[in-house]
């Protein structure tokens, strides 16, 4: 299956009452969908087993994308309304639901078989970069594990580049905030979901053993055009 991230615009059709500006006769949502894997639910395997990648990516992605167009639509039309009270109310559902969406599908990309390339460790610019800013590879590793582990509930750790700074930083988001929400400069390198379900069926309750074996799996080399991309 080809990764891809589909847009579908869908138009709205507002029955207002009276005379309205020209701007709000035709309002348009632009939605987002599900997107495909690259590869297998079980290409992972033995690290990340076929049944939670599936669950996580059939169930719980695409309830993100679900709930996040609802709640586009619904602000679209209380923008209309000139609702200021359920504007606001929407945010938190635009912010979950949203930030899962985004989350999910960097996630997706930071996974690769081994039998493509999963697991082999940064090679060039951000191999040397790591190297700079945490000391080895091996320190990095060991800094996200610590820090994923640590965190406490539901959440992501991430390899962020500071792309003002032009610094390499792990940071942890809570629940499904995207790294942006941690500062407009970080751009996400990896991203580790952290929540239950990203483990819980292979893992149990034994986080860090996910931790350490998801590093089997990753895909640096997305992660090394990523960061030369955004320096270019």
């Known amino acids: 299956m080809a990764l891809?991230?589909?847009?579908?615009?869908?138009?709205?059709?507002l029955a207002l009452g009276g005379a309205r500006p020209l701007a709000a006769a035709a309002r348009g949502v632009t939605t987002v969908a599900l997107p495909d894997l690259s590869y297998d639910f079980g290409?992972?395997?033995?690290?990340?087993?076929?049944?939670?990648?599936?669950?996580h990516h059939q169930k719980h992605h695409a309830t993100y994308v679900a709930n996040y167009n609802k709640a586009l639509e619904q602000l679209d039309a209380a923008i209309a309304k000139g609702d200021a009270s359920a504007v606001v109310?929407?945010?938190?559902?635009i912010k979950f639901n949203g930030g899962g969406h985004v989350n999910h599908s960097i996630f997706w990309k930071n996974l690769k078989p081994i039998s493509e390339g999963?697991?082999?460790?940064?090679h060039g610019k951000l191999g040397w970069a790591i190297?700079?800013?945490?000391g080895s590879f091996e320190a990095?590793?060991?800094k996200m594990n610590a820090e994923g582990a640590a965190l406490q509930g539901s959440g992501w750790v991430w390899l962020a580049l500071d792309k003002e700074?032009?610094?390499?930083?792990?940071e942890t988001t809570a629940n499904q905030d995207p790294l942006v929400t941690k500062g407009a400069s970080l751009v996400p390198l990896l991203g580790i979901d952290v929540w239950e379900h990203a483990y819980y069926l292979q893992?149990?309750?034994?986080?860090?053993?996910y931790l350490n074996n998801i590093w089997k799996v990753m895909n640096w080399k997305y992660a090394g055009e990523v960061y030369e991309n955004v320096l270019a």
Do not use: C, H, W
Not at 89 to 93: E, S, T, V
Not at 131 to 134: A, I, S, V, W
């Open 140 to 142: 990095l590793v060991k």
């Open 203 to 209: 893992y149990k309750n034994v986080r860090p053993d």
């Open 43 to 55: 290409a992972l395997e033995p690290a990340i087993s076929g049944e939670i990648m599936r669950l």
């Open 89 to 93: 109310q929407l945010q938190g559902a």
């Open 131 to 134: 190297d700079e800013d945490f």
């Open 118 to 122: 999963g697991g082999e460790p940064p």
């Open 165 to 170: 700074a032009k610094k390499l930083l792990v």
């Open 4 to 13: 891809r991230t589909l847009a579908a615009k869908k138009t709205l059709s």
